[in-house]
């Protein structure tokens, strides 16, 4: 459907219609729930604030309800759905969700359809509509884009994934630790998806962008289907989207890129008629590149240094391997059908540790380390009333730790591992290989 068109045909209307229904419930309430400044305008007025979110709040809760009402009286579930979107994007409700959309966007249709049918063209709703797929394209690229870019959602590999055994690795946890291992590779995705999204800011460079955004989304939903990554629909949704900015153009790209004949441009010119009108939609349109940029940049520069590469190391950081441990007085061997002895301590992050046991399980503990008194409260994330208090000792190589464990005296000795002799830190690269290093 070209905006130009003065006639469409009726396929062209009924798909339009369903479509701009469909986007309207997918993509709603954006950009009603990112207006600028939120946080800026909460300094000055929090109820303003919690006026401004609890509008979206209550929308969100409107389909908490709405969905599990229809998995249990329309789709007839044998479970009812408790569990609405989270980390994962591919949860029940996620499904029964994107089904309600659709079936809404299709009555919606026939209504609209019904009532009418005798219309030549939708020029104007289609003009707002691809405007509003694309800033919501660009937001949503610019957000991932970045968070690559600055090294943040697929870090390098943890400390505790340096120990885990290959064959435990999940395979989501695997794609993360092959993106997250090279930064510059990591930055190379991002940069795929915050170029693609510059260009689908503008008209003249949309269509452009949306191919761009076609090959980087089709990567990614690749990858979310092959390595069960939990962002399978939202994924879809974006490279369907990318799909249907380029669809006008698909015969003149046809003629271009494989009949190699001539084609001629189009007009997407769209002119407001008053001038207020025109200064309006070139303030709004800046003030969102602006501050869709500066946004994304300044939170990402913030969390790296929160948690991210330029996050600074916390005393004890490392991976310790267990040398002696003592209970009692009495040496524990090392044997591996013992599932209280400490086999590793890593510890990378404030508050808390990874415990690798004998049998190669492990145990998130949070680790509270005083360095003024040379103590660590150590205790099991499910069970805070026991905590256990440690005196400690460290050097550049060794770590004591001693203490009671509920009734029992512990002696524990730790040794620290080089980080820089686990291969996949050490090999780096290398322009010259005269053998592929394959291990």
Known sequence: MQSSQQQWSSIQKILFRFFCCFFFIYIFPFPLDSIPFTTEISLISTKLTAWYFAIFEAYTNFWHKVIPWVGQHILHLKKPITIFSNGSGDTTYDYVQLLTYFFLALLATILWTSIDRNRKSYNTIYFWLRVWVRYYLVAIFLIYGFIKIFHL??????????????????????????????????????????????????????????????????????????????????????????????????????????????????????????????????????????????????????????????????????????????????????????????????????????????????????????????????????DTLNKSIFNYQSDAVYLTLTGKIKKDSIYMRFKKIDINSFRLLSRGFNWINEYPYNR
């Open 153 to 382: 959602q697929m870090p390098s590999p943890f400390l505790s994934q340096l120990v885990q055994p290959f064959g435990d690795k999940s395979p989501m946890g695997l794609a993360w630790s092959f993106v997250g291992y090279s930064k510059a590779f990591s930055a190379f995705t991002g940069w795929g998806e915050v170029i693609a999204g510059l260009f689908i800011f503008f008209r003249r460079t949309a269509t452009l962008g949306a191919l761009a955004g076609i090959i980087v989304m089709g990567n990614i939903v690749a990858i979310n289907f092959c390595y069960d990554v939990p962002v399978k629909l939202f994924s879809s949704m974006l490279w369907i989207m990318c799909v249907c900015l380029v669809v006008p153009d698909i015969d003149r790209l046809i003629k271009i890129f494989f009949l190699n004949k001539s084609t001629q441009p189009v007009d997407i010119s769209f002119k407001l008629n008053k001038k207020w009108q025109r200064v309006t939609r070139l303030i709004l349109k800046w003030t969102f590149i602006l501050y869709s940029l500066y946004s994304n940049i300044s939170q990402n520069i913030k969390s790296q240094k929160e948690y991210g590469d330029a996050m600074p190391k916390i005393n004890l950081y490392g991976i310790y391997n267990t040398v002696t441990v003592m209970r009692n007085h009495d040496t524990l061997p090392p044997l591996d059908t013992d599932t209280t002895r400490w086999k590793q301590l890593i510890v990378q992050f404030e508050k808390y540790s990874m415990v690798k046991m004998m049998n190669d399980s492990f145990r998130v503990y949070n680790f509270i380390i005083d360095t003024v008194s040379k103590k660590a409260t150590v205790y099991p994330t499910s």
